[in-house]
């Protein structure tokens, strides 16, 4: 084992190896900054393509995937959180690795956020399992709804709401922005695999009440043959601003490899305990999944809302061609 270990430090600490081309990137993440509650997008079906949770899991299928969510939370609650996001990512054998791009929008009643996103990793093979490591960049973007800020002395006039406040109506129309760096990954060995994902806002494009953000990702799945018709797995994710701490622990069941079922828990203790996650989905064609999830409320807030509900589409397009470049042809006149 110990040999083991020798060698992986080895690899990792010579000069061009990735590990030592990322202390940059990791640098920088680490600064210090402001941070605040608000995460990524919800969702109780992320265990089901998890780019969406680490980035570092683009290309490690061999496929090409698409993936699309749309995700309507605490349903009967005026102006409540919805969401759409989409990503995209491939194996790219030029750049040994992969590549992928996301894009999401959350409209979270007064303002509105969307992120559009680029990665990369580099995944390697070895004889003890699969490392994923990569980078990434995303830009996230605020935009204020006027019409849903209510202040005291605020007050409508033919149909428009002005809220009567100096700092609130110098925002209105500005670009509030800002640009975000990410270091992710993962490591697979037969049946167990875990990763960590950390993302920071490193330039904030406008100054206009928006304050740096940390997010910290990290995730597991054990998986369990059961035999050659059920597969279960155990899934567990745990995110973190750095100041406020959220977990997800979920199972699911894939029959026949065409239908998968299960239950996401999200919260750890009396005061965090928020949803609990229902899901069911099934291959609609050879390269679609469908699934639907639903959310039943378990914190206080379960009495004024009917829970929320969740599709996502996930395409696989299969493998990408791969563009080699072969040997110049020697014509042989005795072969021909």
Partial sequence: MLKIVTKILICALKPNSAFIRSI?????LLLPGKTNSQGFPLSSINFLEKYHINKAYAGIS??????INIRQQWINIENSPQSFSSSFHSPVSRINGAAGVECSFQNLGAHSQYTLGLSYNYIYNTYIGIFSLGVGTAYRGIILDKAKIQTPDGYFENGNYDPND????SLFGKNISSLKMQLFLVYIFENFEIGMEFDKDIIILSNAGISRRDLLKINFQYQINYNENLNLRLNGLAYSDLRVF???????????KN???GFNFRGFSKSTFESLGLFVGADVSRNIKLIYGYDIGLNSLRRAHNGSHEI????NLGQPEMKRKLPPVIFNPRLN
């Fill in 62 to 67: 061999g496929n090409k995937i698409l993936n």
């Fill in 24 to 28: 940059p990137f990791l640098a920088i």
């Fill in 246 to 256: 959220q977990s997800d622990l979920g199972v699911a069941a894939v029959i026949n």
């Fill in 259 to 261: 239908y998968i079922g």
């Fill in 166 to 169: 100096d700092y609130l109506e």
């Fill in 312 to 315: 996502r589409i996930i395409v």
